[in-house]
């Protein structure tokens, strides 16, 4: 069984604060993908990244960075700098091989206060 | 990027009305649809997966009944919520890939509100 765990329900930093969105998930599949989207109030979700498992080179996109250690089956994403347009949920999701279903993390509500 | 267009993106309905709600993959082709719900402030649940020619497969849960998916071409999957009621109010998504590996798409969603 494929299953995402996002422990922080919701987080709120004041601008320009560095933020840490933890997921940890749980696959059998060797050849599996991770995702992060975001989740504005309009309700579109905007793709952020994608990673497969054979990759763990970190990556950083402008303020965005992700942190991805098999070790530990975990794929954090940090926001540097955060600026009050970070506001939205925030979803970890996996694809295994079983079909490539995406299954889907809680979400993390976060919240940057001007 | 690939785009993924849903419609309706808001519909209220009467309840015990039927509600279809279309995806199209605009500039691909997408032999594999996906069908999602999310309930307020909740995650994305599958609902199904839908494939072009075939059946779609329901996820453990999921009325088949209640919930037709039809996915006529490559380029549209259909979901109809057929005989409403307000538990059914929710916001559903669909997405679909390039490729089986691929990048998953999102259309815009379509939230149903049943009165």
């Known amino acids: 069984a494929q299953k995402v765990t996002q422990a922080q329900t919701e987080i709120s930093v004041v601008e320009k604060e560095d933020v840490t969105l933890d997921c940890v998930y749980e696959?059998?599949?060797?050849?599996?993908?991770l995702f992060w989207y975001k989740q504005p109030p309009s309700g579109e979700l905007v793709f952020l990244i994608r990673r497969n498992s054979f990759d763990e080179q970190n990556e950083i996109s402008g303020r965005y960075s992700w942190n991805f250690q098999k070790s530990t089956s975990s794929f954090n994403f940090t926001i540097t700098a955060s600026q009050v347009v970070d506001s939205a949920v925030y979803f970890c999701a996996l694809s295994g091989t079983g079909g490539f279903k995406t299954i889907f993390g809680a979400g993390t509500r976060l919240f940057v206060k001007a | 990027g690939a785009v993924v267009s849903q419609h309706p993106s808001r519909v209220i309905c009467k309840s015990g009305t039927s509600v279809k709600i279309e995806c199209r993959s605009l500039?691909?082709?997408?032999?594999?649809m996906f069908w999602y719900r999310q309930f307020p402030k909740q995650s994305l649940m599958l609902m199904a997966t839908?494939?072009?020619?075939?059946?779609?497969?329901?996820e453990q849960g999921v009325e088949k009944d209640k919930f037709l998916i039809n996915h006529a071409s490559l380029t549209l999957s259909t979901l109809t919520v057929t005989s409403a009621h307000p538990e059914d109010s929710s916001f559903y998504i669909c997405s679909a890939r390039v490729a089986l590996d691929g990048e998953l798409f999102f259309g815009e969603g379509s939230r149903l509100t049943v009165l």
């Open positions: 500039d691909f082709q997408a032999t594999t």
């Open positions: 696959t059998r599949d060797t050849t599996y993908y």
């Open positions: 839908s494939n072009e020619g075939s059946k779609a497969t329901y």
